[in-house]
């Protein structure tokens, strides 16, 4: 098994610096999720670590072995793109192997490993059909298949489901985790999208502007996230947070609460505000609120709470919930 090491990884565009100092160190067998805003340098790291973007300065160790000035063939990586890069010509059976092919590897060892990793992938009934027969999730998985064969000793996705509508994003989701936990593969994975990030990670990693903001396990961010950047990140909707008199009065630079962590009532509460809109999700109801001074509240209440666009209702912090920041 792997681990991935980053010692002081900096790297520039001319006088611009993009990546700025990062110290990480991946752990053998983990799926960490980079996430964050974009231009925040999460794919140009991610690129790094693959070889196809240099480092200005720093080391990058994989398998303890220093390949900060390797190519990329020589890192022991495979790396999965957004868009599936499939070659439209070739059958899916020859799209997997394509990598075996090409390096020469006898024709019946390429047979076996495609037969064994499109069975792992749930392929084996699309061998024989070529991509443009596939649907967006299937060709996914045939990239996917193709960094499998290769028996890589880290996995890099970068941003592989942006391109799939919602259900079949969720769906991947369950077919990446359940594909880290069969191979117990060293995987990293780069998202926007702190749904995936939440939903998929044993540790993120959010970004901010070349820096790391926080590393650690999912709940951990969710819970005692260090800044307001990560608290605005993590969750959705986003942690309600307000400077001035508002933190000024709980003793704090940034007072935060998450919308989740609000109770409304018609009738008493810390803050009084309008109703402004209401998004009905099923389970769960989203509530914006106008206030004179908090000028917006969001609060996340249960489906079946009973409120009217344009009504006065007020919110309450959850004792215990509510974060500081200073």
């Known amino acids: 098994m792997t681990s991935v090491v980053l010692k002081d990884i900096r790297k520039s565009f001319g006088s611009f610096e993009v990546i700025k ?25 991610l690129r790094m670590i693959s070889g196809l973007e240099t480092s200005s300065s ?7 072995e220093d390949v900060t000035h390797a190519e990329p063939s020589k890192r022991g990586v495979a790396m999965v793109f957004q868009s599936y890069a499939l070659y439209p010509h070739l059958t ?25 990793t499109a069975e792992s992938l749930q392929l084996t009934h699309l061998l024989d059909r070529k991509p443009k027969a596939l649907s967006g999730g299937q060709r996914q998985r045939v990239a996917i298949g193709r960094a499998i064969i290769r028996n890589p000793k880290v996995f890099l996705f970068d941003e592989p489901l942006s391109n799939l509508d919602a259900a079949l994003r969720s769906q991947m989701r369950m077919e990446l985790t359940d594909l880290h ?30 820096r790391i903001e926080q590393v650690g396990p999912p709940m951990d961010l969710y819970n005692n996230p260090v800044s307001p950047f990560v608290a605005g990140f993590i969750g959705s909707p986003k942690m309600n947070l307000y ?3 508002v933190a000024a009065a709980e003793g704090c630079t940034t007072y935060g609460i998450r919308p989740e962590h609000l109770a409304l009532s018609k009738s008493e509460g810390k803050w009084q505000g309008q109703v402004r809109h209401i998004e009905r999700l099923g389970a769960d109801t ?10 917006q509240i969001v609060a996340r209440v249960p489906g079946d709470f009973e409120i009217v666009s344009g009504g ?15």
């Open 312 to 326: 006065v209702v007020h919110a309450s912090p959850m004792s215990g919930k509510e974060h500081r920041f200073f």
């Open 21 to 45: 100092g990062i110290d990480l160190t991946v752990e053998t067998g983990e799926f960490c999720v980079f996430v964050g805003p974009s231009g925040c340098g999460k794919s140009t790291l």
């Open 286 to 295: 989203v509530v914006y609120l106008d206030h004179p001074t908090l000028k």
């Open 58 to 64: 720093g080391q990058i160790v994989i398998d303890g």
């Open 243 to 245: 400077d001035g008199e």
């Open 181 to 210: 936990a069969k191979l117990g593969a060293t995987m990293i994975y780069v998202t926007h999208d702190q749904v995936e990030a939440m939903t998929m990670a044993d540790k993120i990693v959010v970004l901010n502007a070349g």
């Open 92 to 116: 899916v059976r020859e799209n997997i192997g394509f990598g075996l092919s090409l390096a020469g590897r006898p024709k019946s060892e390429i047979a076996e490993k495609v037969e064994k």
